[in-house]
């Protein structure tokens, strides 16, 4: 990405639509809107909105009147002049407004250049932006307050005291490999330690968040297992409240995987019905039956569905041992039936949960819904609190509090200085990767290329 061109993008999704925005930022911003405009006396008032027509730079045509907003560099948000275009939405005349540009000069934006430029401009820190797509990926309410949070630089806040406390004991260190005939005084040197000691736990608290927070962004995978014909397919369309699923009384109806997205509790939960696990010589229905266990293998839930109006099955025990290694659960079905028992299921659970569902009127699925949330649940209320969600700021807490723990023993071994700076230089560098002071060239752009075109 080259920081010196003037870029453009649409930065609306796809298809058509009431508004399409056209984004345009960098130093010819306002030339090439001009030129767009076929209007060179053009100077819009920052930060106020006008409704101009567009022309077609070639045949002078008008394509469009349009609402143009100009944010004047510094105060934008990439820090560079920006330029937004608010045009009906039709996607051919959208790609008419972009190609003009294009053909005045403007090259396309990459995946999240407008994002990357806010960064290099000090408009916003690696979590910020980090957050910007987090936002726009969000899935629940509860995952948009989170990324709204970081967005808003509550986890750089978070992580600033624990810097300045490192420097705080670096400048001391420092000073005594200066003058090396002036060792630490031993309680100065306990007064680090505890302080190092109090910064790990800090680092290992808000690390050990993450657990909840990968739920809250990417979400918790159930998996619905069990023989043909115990309902899973009804279960599956009860738990997503529309009939996604072909429902027959003819066993072996689901042949493949179907896969929905519902929110409980703020998660996003994928669940996944599968084709009824038996001894088949139907190939078709032999290919479902693999590709049932490999959901099963992927899922961080498994729901075993048993049909309550039978006795066990060699095939439900196969089922249930297939799938043991997994969280497990046992959801009996058909309790509306007279005939309906839960006392077979007990000698199967071997101590999982067991619930009481009928997927044909509702009954237990309130209590099955808290079941599959239990596992993965804790004390923290974490809709209120502040959560980890990516992987890498979770992967660079881990290392820098462990950094911190070897200073620590370092200490208590008497280590000498340096080796104690470079330690906490490396807990620095670990924290500064986080917020992207020190994050390499090559994560930046893996960070970025994950970003929508446009924004």
Do not use: W
Not at 42 to 59: G, Q, T, V, Y
Not at 175 to 186: A, K, N
Not at 274 to 301: P, Y
């Amino acid at each position: 990405m080259s920081a010196t061109d003037t870029i453009v993008a649409l930065s609306t999704p796809p298809g058509r639509s009431g508004i399409g925005v056209v984004r345009l930022t960098g130093s010819s911003a306002l030339e090439l809107t001009r030129a767009l405009l076929s209007d060179s006396d053009f100077s819009p008032e920052p930060n106020r909105a006008s409704l101009k027509a567009i022309l077609d730079p070639e045949s002078g045509e008008i394509l469009d009147r349009a609402v143009l907003t100009y944010f004047k560099s510094p105060q934008s948000y990439t820090g560079e002049d920006v330029v937004e275009l608010s045009c009906h939405g039709s996607p051919p005349l959208l790609m008419r407004v972009v190609d003009s540009l294009l053909s005045l000069g403007a090259r396309p934006a990459e995946p999240g250049e407008f994002t990357m430029r806010a960064l290099s401009n000090g408009r916003l820190n690696l979590t910020q932006a980090e957050a910007v797509r987090d936002l726009i990926d969000a899935r629940t309410h509860t995952a948009v307050r989170q990324a709204a949070r970081q967005l808003g630089g509550e986890l750089s806040a978070r992580l600033q005291p624990v810097k300045d406390s490192l420097l705080e004991i670096i400048v001391p260190l420092e000073s005594s490999l200066e003058f090396v005939e002036d060792d630490l005084p031993p309680d100065m040197t306990e007064g680090i330690v505890r302080k190092l000691s109090a910064l790990s736990d800090k680092l290992e608290e808000l690390a050990e968040t993450f657990r909840q927070g990968r739920l809250l962004k990417e979400g918790l995978r159930v998996t619905l297992v069990g023989r043909p014909n115990v309902g899973k397919s009804s279960l599956f369309n009860s738990l997503i409240s529309y009939e996604r699923a072909i429902v027959t009384e003819i066993p072996g109806t689901t042949r493949d995987t179907l896969s929905e997205v519902i929110n409980i509790d703020g998660v996003p939960v994928l669940i996944t019905d599968t084709a009824g696990v038996r001894a088949s010589t139907d190939r078709i229905e032999q290919l479902g039956i693999e590709r049932t266990r490999r959901a099963v293998t992927d899922a961080d839930l498994t729901v075993i569905v048993l049909d309550g109006s039978q006795t066990l099955t060699a095939e439900d025990k196969k089922i249930f041992d297939e799938a043991s290694d997994n969280y497990l659960l046992i959801a009996v079905n058909k309790s509306d039936l007279e005939d309906f028992s839960v006392n077979n299921a007990c000698s199967l659970a071997n101590g999982q949960p067991i619930i009481s569902i009928s997927a044909r009127n509702g009954d237990g699925l309130d209590e099955l819904r808290a079941a599959i949330m239990e596992p993965f649940s804790t004390h923290q209320a974490y809709e209120n609190s502040f959560v980890i969600t990516s992987a890498r700021h979770y992967d660079l807490l881990k290392r820098a509090g462990d950094s911190l723990r070897s200073t620590e023993s370092l200490f208590s071994d008497s280590a000498s200085e340096e080796l104690v700076l470079a330690k906490l230089y490396e807990a620095l560098r670990f924290l500064g990767e986080i917020t992207g002071e020190t994050t390499p060239e090559d994560v930046l752009s893996e960070i970025f290329s994950s970003f929508c075109i446009g924004k």
